[in-house]
């Protein structure tokens, strides 16, 4: 696909309409395309490593709807169990005995959950895990990490990267000082910083979260030594370490970022994949944490379609299907290629640019390395990122509409998709040098 072949007029002309009817004219703020000139592309249809658009346009997709399409889009697997599952209803507002199967499976998998409560969206499920803690240990502060991104209640908007920081927007209006007043930070990685937050806040602090891969604020790992220092200065201060796997959870490895690191965090936040496309959250972690969630204890949350069948019967059928026999390999490989093939095409022209992959994760900034932590990240060239980001759309590869946010490959991406994708980047790169 090149410049002159690439048509858009629909999504176009479906984007102008809906800019009279939506906020922006979308339902979720990157969508809009803003950090990367042009109009959002308006998708059709989605199957397997594939999108189409509205104009008919082929896309090889590594956004994988941000992550839950770890199997491909529209597995037949899952899209079979769902059309089982449909006939039966939608939703109960009553308890589902594929609450209990998917439920089991999270257990089982994920080292730190001993109890799990379903919710509907990582959103959801990190502002519960914010009040269990504070329920918990009787105290209010909460350290977050700089890009660190936890949903957008009203506590976590502060340093949130991702789509405030693709958006170039200060810490959101309407949210209240007296409850960010109680919102500590630090640069990931700066594992000095939360020493020294301990020191300053003693006994006042319920916990850490962190993304334990950095997703939204670009790909950023972990330094050595940073999630175990973590854990230790936790349990020396009386709180909870808390790992919000919404991204990496199941997409990592079967057992979440916890299970690839060993380091085990007291609760875990989880969605995206264990929903196989559907709209879920999770959170959970150590029994006697959970204990405290109502109706078993004191600490109120609720939700009408949480444990819906629909969303429980697609968990169990990805999780299924990625327990298969060397799936996380395969992941991993994909992954490992791309992001090689990425950096050698950048090289080829003398761009600057820095990047990994952990299994099914990948990411790369367009500035030296490396990138440790959101400061140093926003040293990445956005403005060029835009260019690639549209002439990668030109030659049908769909990239996040961010320089701020990872990308995911899946089960589905072959061979022949990475090379045609590494291809694309090489005469993308050329182009934009």
């Not at 709807?65 to 037949?76: D, E, K, L, M, V």
């Not at 991993?332 to 080829?348: C, M, Q, S, V």
Request: aromatic content about 8%; overall charge negative.
């Amino acid at each position: 696909m090149t410049t002159s072949t690439l048509n858009t007029s629909r999504s176009q002309a479906i984007f102008g309409a809906a800019q009279g009817l939506m906020p922006g004219g979308v339902s979720s703020p990157v969508r809009a395309f803003q950090s990367v000139s042009g109009h959002p592309i308006v998708f059709d249809r989605v199957k397997g490593s594939y999108a189409w658009d509205v104009d008919g346009n082929k896309y090889i997709d590594y956004i994988g709807s941000w992550g839950p399409a770890i199997c491909g889009h529209a597995h037949p697997e899952v899209i079979n169990v769902l059309q089982e599952v449909i006939e039966k209803g939608t939703s109960f507002g009553a308890p589902c005995a594929l609450e209990n199967t998917l439920a089991k499976m999270v257990i089982d998998a994920v080292p730190s959950v001993e109890m799990v409560r379903f919710v509907n969206s990582g959103t959801e499920a990190c502002m519960a895990v914010l009040r269990l803690m504070r329920a918990y240990t009787g105290r209010d502060k909460v350290i977050k990490f700089e890009g660190c991104y936890h949903g957008h209640a009203d506590m976590f908007l502060v340093k949130a990267g991702s789509g405030v920081a693709t958006l170039g927007l200060p810490d959101s209006p309407g949210v209240p000082r007296s409850t960010t007043a109680n919102t500590l930070t630090a640069p990931y990685n700066g594992l000095e910083a939360v020493k020294a937050l301990f020191a300053e806040n003693p006994d006042a602090i319920s916990g850490v979260i962190l993304e334990p891969i950095v997703g939204n604020a670009g790909f950023i790992q972990p330094e050595p030594g940073f999630l175990e220092g973590l854990r230790e200065l936790t349990k020396e201060n009386g709180a909870l370490l808390i790992f919000d796997e919404v991204m990496t959870g199941f997409r990592i490895s079967y057992g979440g970022a916890q299970a690839h690191f060993g380091v085990i965090p007291d609760l875990t936040t989880m969605g995206k994949v264990i929903g196989g496309g559907l709209p879920v959250g999770a959170y959970g972690g150590r029994a006697d944490i959970m204990q405290m969630v109502s109706p078993a204890g004191p600490m109120y949350q609720a939700g009408t379609l949480s444990g819906n069948p629909l969303a429980m019967a697609a968990g169990i059928k990805t999780l299924e299907l990625l327990k298969q026999t060397g799936s996380y390999d395969k992941l991993a490989a994909t992954t490992e290629k791309l992001i090689t093939g990425i950096k050698d095409a950048a090289k080829e022209v003398g761009l600057p640019i820095t990047g990994g992959s952990v299994s099914a994760m990948f990411g790369f900034f367009l500035c030296e390395g490396p990138v440790r932590n959101f400061e140093e990240a926003k040293a990445t060239d956005s403005e060029r990122f835009g260019r690639l980001h549209r002439a990668m759309l030109e030659r049908g590869v769909y990239l996040a509409p961010s320089a701020f946010e990872a990308g995911f490959t899946s089960l589905a991406h072959s061979d022949t998709d990475i090379d045609a994708t590494v291809s694309a980047f090489r005469e993308s790169f050329a182009e934009i040098v």
